[in-house]
């Protein structure tokens, strides 16, 4: 078991996805950011059915830095209603899954 966690949220373009992936990795609040472009969402808004194309983000950080994160996207995103997934990383390289630990440590001399 490990502290990893692996969010997804969507963004509406590739412009505001990679805005917002510099952002998280800068910050520290996540250690990589994977964007996947092109990804058709079907959903139900409001009563009306939606479809739309996305760019999904694929972010890897911890459980203690989960909370910020969590609120810097709900600040930064453009939606009304974001999608913020967390799911555990059960198992993974060692070596990788320390480095997300590493990379989200919040620096005390800030």
Same mark, same amino acid.
């Given at each position: 078991m490990t502290n990893a966690l692996l969010v997804v949220t969507n963004m509406p373009d590739?412009? *505001?996805? +990679? /805005? #917002? $992936? &510099?952002? @998280? /990795?800068?910050?520290?609040?996540? $250690?990589? /950011? +994977? #964007?996947? %472009?092109?990804?058709?969402s079907v959903y139900l808004w409001q009563g009306k059915l939606e479809q739309t194309t996305e760019v999904t983000l694929m972010i890897k950080t911890t459980t203690e830095r989960y909370s910020e994160l969590e609120n810097f996207i709900k600040a930064a995103h453009p939606y009304e209603l974001?999608?913020?997934?967390? #799911?555990?990383?059960?198992? &993974? @390289? %060692?070596?990788?899954?320390?480095?997300? &630990? *590493?990379e989200t440590k919040r620096d005390l001399n800030v």
């Open positions: 590739f412009s *505001t996805a +990679n /805005v #917002l $992936a &510099g952002q @998280l /990795v800068e910050r520290k609040l996540a $250690a990589c /950011v +994977n #964007l996947l %472009p092109e990804v058709h974001p999608e913020i997934i967390a #799911l555990p990383i059960a198992k &993974g @390289l %060692p070596a990788y899954l320390e480095w997300i &630990g *590493t």
